[in-house]
């Protein structure tokens, strides 16, 4: 078949890669100069930054992706395990390396927080047991057909804690305070507040602090890179600087897209790793797609966005390692202003990824290069980036000197920010957010786009914003959905 695949995130890298192995014709268009999506790096004066995603779990998902392409992973790529995989700073001073060594936790948690020994052991527990109800049931399944859903347990789906919200199960279990913001912030990982989202997504912390968390040596856009070797090495067509206009149909079927330049790019198939939202209501004519689909999707919340600075010094903090988070006061608070008040938060949680940590030469001799994130809201009228981004900026320098970055302003040789609007124009993102609809209410996270259109045939989706989420493995997964489907279908 003749495939085109719109955009060249690790989604449509991932299917091209797949489809290209079993001898079709793809090719990609992408819409920005460098391929590989919300992936991505900045290189400058010596400083190297990620731009998107800084942890990898599951790497047997990427194995399972090259191996199926005829290669092996470790011929590309050299994946690293992060020790500690993180480190949290409390405003109390509290401070929290967690590890994938479940002792090394106990032996701190028994220092701050003596009587939740037992319970973060139970939660734990609690947490490997939902995975092992929903891996098979949603994260490995495309749940589109008939033979998707009649493989679900109900008796699964009954026990994996879909009617209370996470902050809801966190603090009905655990007394420490530490504790709680701990378990409650793994739902950012998919853009949702955990006082919204369904308690399913408990099962986060067994995939990081079980499975284990990971690095990319090189820094995390080498996947990007490594694919892009295997896409070569199977055929595959990329073009950037490549927009397209739109999907166009023969009858109910797709035939090809439109580039801005009015080009017509025929195919069999096409598959889009834009935005869903981008897809259904601005790349197919409002003819082409229902009006009950068309709606659905613009009802849909739109998951988190985020502001983030990178920051070029010429001091190493010592108290830093490779990945890092300084809570909040209020964590309440912060997820309102966010999600309800669609502002930025006055008292925000910060992460920073600082890779020149495990990989020296991302900044010169004796620097970092530090990647810092705090959770924004999507786009709104409440909040205007071209009036707030300088003063935000100065306020999150100013804030990271107050929680242990002394004189941190006094050490920037580069810096450089990234908006919710930055994310909304270079990506086409609904609203600027990150991971496309959020979780915020109980069946979101089983609700997002299908990896193929119910409406239309021979149209395809893959990425962040479609079943089964965000985030590197999950997309990855996408990618297999949308060949099993397409092996179905075509």
Request: glycine share 8%; charged share 20%.
């Amino acid at each position: 078949m003749k495939v085109i695949v719109i955009g060249s995130g690790l989604g449509g890298l991932s299917i091209a890669c797949l489809l290209a192995s079993q001898g079709h014709d793809i090719t990609i268009l992408e819409k920005n100069d460098a391929i590989g999506g919300k992936i991505n790096e900045v290189q400058t004066g010596g400083f190297r930054f990620d731009t998107g995603p800084s942890l990898l779990t599951m790497p047997f998902i990427l194995e399972s992706l090259f191996e199926r392409c005829g290669y092996k992973l470790q011929e590309f790529l050299t994946i690293e395990t992060v020790n500690p995989i993180c480190r949290y700073f409390y405003k109390n001073g509290t401070q929290f390396d967690c590890y994938q060594d479940s002792a090394a936790n106990i032996s701190q948690i028994k220092e701050f927080a003596q009587g939740d020994v037992e319970v973060y052991q139970d939660f734990m527990n609690h947490s490997q047991d939902l995975y092992q109800k929903t891996k098979d049931s949603f994260l490995f399944n495309p749940l589109y057909g008939i033979t998707d859903l009649s493989s679900l347990k109900l008796t699964d789906f009954l026990h994996i804690d879909a009617f209370q919200t996470v902050a809801e199960s966190v603090d009905t279990q655990f007394t420490s305070s530490e504790l709680k913001k701990f378990f409650k912030r793994f739902t950012t990982y998919n853009g949702s507040s955990p006082y919204q989202a369904p308690a399913t997504l408990n099962v986060i912390p067994h995939v990081e602090l079980s499975l284990g968390g990971y690095y990319i040596k090189n820094g995390m856009y080498a996947l990007i890179k490594a694919l892009h070797a295997l896409a070569t090495k199977l055929g595959v067509n990329i073009a950037t600087n490549t927009p397209i206009r739109r999907i166009r149909l023969q009858g109910k079927r797709a035939s090809g897209v439109e580039g801005d330049n009015q080009e017509f790019y025929p195919a069999d198939i096409v598959i889009s790793n834009a935005d869903a939202c981008e897809t259904y209501l601005n790349l197919l004519n409002t003819a082409d797609s229902s009006w009950l689909n068309r709606t659905k999707i613009e009802q849909a919340e739109p998951s988190c966005s985020g502001f983030v600075l990178l920051l070029g010094l010429d001091k190493q903090y010592e108290q830093l390692t490779h990945h890092n988070i300084f809570f909040s006061s209020n964590y309440k608070r912060e997820f309102h202003q966010i999600f309800n008040q669609k502002i930025m938060p006055d008292d925000p949680t910060i992460y920073i990824a600082n890779t020149s940590h495990s990989d020296p030469d991302h900044a010169p001799p004796g620097g970092s290069n530090l990647f810092v994130l705090v959770n924004a809201p999507y786009l709104s009228n409440a909040y205007h980036w071209e009036e707030k981004e300088s003063q935000y900026q100065n306020f999150l320098i100013n804030e990271l000197s107050q929680r242990g970055l002394t004189n941190l302003n006094d050490h920037i040789r580069f810096s450089q920010t990234i908006t919710p609007r930055d994310f909304y124009s270079k990506y086409r993102s609904n609203k600027g957010s990150i991971y496309g609809t959020s979780s915020n209410s109980k069946l979101a996270a089983f609700l997002r786009p299908a990896n193929k259109s119910r409406s239309i045939d021979g149209l395809y989706l893959v990425g962040g914003s479609t079943h089964p989420g965000g985030g590197i493995p999950l997309v990855t997964l996408s990618a297999f959905h949308a060949f099993e489907l397409i092996q179905r279908y075509e």
